[in-house]
């Protein structure tokens, strides 16, 4: 079948919109016709080569659609199911799925590495040539196969370009605050980088009853969201030490749990030093391939309990619903993280303006 994808062919910031073939989906594999996928800082990352993929590949990992077909042996879904796409779909048998340890399935994993599904091979091709697989979803396209794990059914009276964000950001920030922060109701707790990530782990500390919960960026307008979505204190840290602030606010200890969602050396930074000795830190962003980070040792000292996890210690399988669920009752805002929608044609400008610091979320959708 032919459909429109959006392919990287280099690693040099733009996406080539066009024609590929998808084929039928194997065992255990489904078709996933995709309704929304969203625009995620690691596609940008990967388009500029800061994190290493085989190319070509069709990217977006973050997309929610509708089954339309499923291969022999699938039980997990139906055609007609509503479904958002977990990147980390676990085989359920090797060490890590054996140990409760699914987001490190070594099956995912070794696929994931090389751009392929769990058999080895992809379902993408261009004039008789291969094209990869990113994160096992490949979103930014008319169609996907995932392996059925990664297709994880949905209430259908929930709106599928919501549904979209359930697949990365608002999973892996609402995770890094609740399960991976373990926040508790009173606890005190900053999060630095209000990009999607961390508007979601801001979203997952009101949820579970934190206060203060602080807010920190370098950009206002992403302070103004997170304010709408429950951060009690906003910093601008061009204008204001974020470290000093929560200490003020925290009797000089520092915050119970400090989340970091942007990704650099001097917000790691700041995580560590604004956390409380005992507390937590939990680290969602992350560097380009190869970089090191740097930070005094002394910030080490104190006992605290530091976490970096890329999908905020999720279960997909079960979170998905029950963000659905939290979303539906009015808790979690979704709507309001979704700056701009745009069809899969101009995927390079939502990527433009994703780098441009004035996005939420952006969304590409697919016609009905
Ligand atoms: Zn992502
Ligand atoms: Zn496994």
């Known amino acids: 079948m032919e459909i429109l994808a959006a392919v990287l062919r280099e690693p040099n910031g733009r996406l080539s919109v066009e024609e590929i073939q998808i084929a039928a989906p ?6 996933v016709r995709i309704a929304a996928s969203g625009l995620c800082h690691t596609d940008w990352e990967t388009m500029h080569g800061q994190q290493p993929v085989n190319l ?12 339309e077909a499923v291969g022999p042996g699938v039980t997990l879904v139906q055609p007609g199911d509503h479904v958002a796409l977990s990147w980390s779909p676990n ?3 090797c060490f890590y799925c054996d140990r409760g340890q699914p987001i490190l399935c070594e099956v995912a994993t070794a696929a994931n590495a090389k751009g392929v599904l769990f ?31 990664a297709a994880v059914p949905l209430r259908r009276d929930f709106p599928l370009d919501r549904a979209a964000l359930l697949g990365c950001a608002v999973t892996t920030g609402y995770g890094g605050a609740v399960h991976a922060g373990r926040v508790r109701p009173a ?51 061009t204008e204001r030490d974020p470290v000093a602030l929560v200490r003020d ?25 604004a956390s409380r000795p005992g507390g937590r830190v939990v680290i969602l962003g992350k560097t380009a391939f190869g970089q090191e980070v740097s930070f005094p040792f002394t910030i080490l000292m104190g006992e605290r309990e530091i976490v970096r996890t890329s999908y905020g210690m999720s279960r997909p399988r079960q979170d998905f619903p029950m963000l659905a669920d939290l979303s ?11 700056t701009m929608r745009l069809p899969l044609a101009d995927i390079n400008r939502g990527f433009a303006e994703l780098q441009g610091g004035n996005v939420a979320r952006a969304l590409v959708v697919f016609d009905g």
């Open 119 to 149: 058999d080895g091979t992809t379902r993408f091709s261009s004039d008789g040539q291969p094209i990869h697989y990113y994160s096992l979803v490949s979103s930014h396209a008319e169609r996907t196969i995932v392996p059925e794990q």
């Open 328 to 338: 539906m009752r009015g808790e979690l805002h979704l709507d309001e993280m979704i």
């Open 249 to 273: 606010l925290t009797h000089g200890r520092g915050a119970d749990v400090a989340i970091e969602a942007a990704g650099h050396n001097v917000t790691i930074r700041q995580a560590l030093e």
């Open 187 to 237: 606890d005190s707790v900053v999060v630095i980088g209000c990009g999607a990530v961390g508007l979601s782990a801001v979203q997952g500390a009101r949820i579970a009853g934190a206060f203060p919960i602080v807010a920190v960026d370098v950009n206002p307008l992403k302070l103004t969201w997170a304010e709408r979505l429950g951060a009690t204190h906003t910093v601008n840290a």
């Open 91 to 93: 085989c359920g048998h």
């Open 56 to 67: 070509p590949a069709v990217i977006g990992h973050e997309g929610a659609g509708v089954v």
């Open 26 to 31: 194997g065992r255990g594999e489904v078709l």
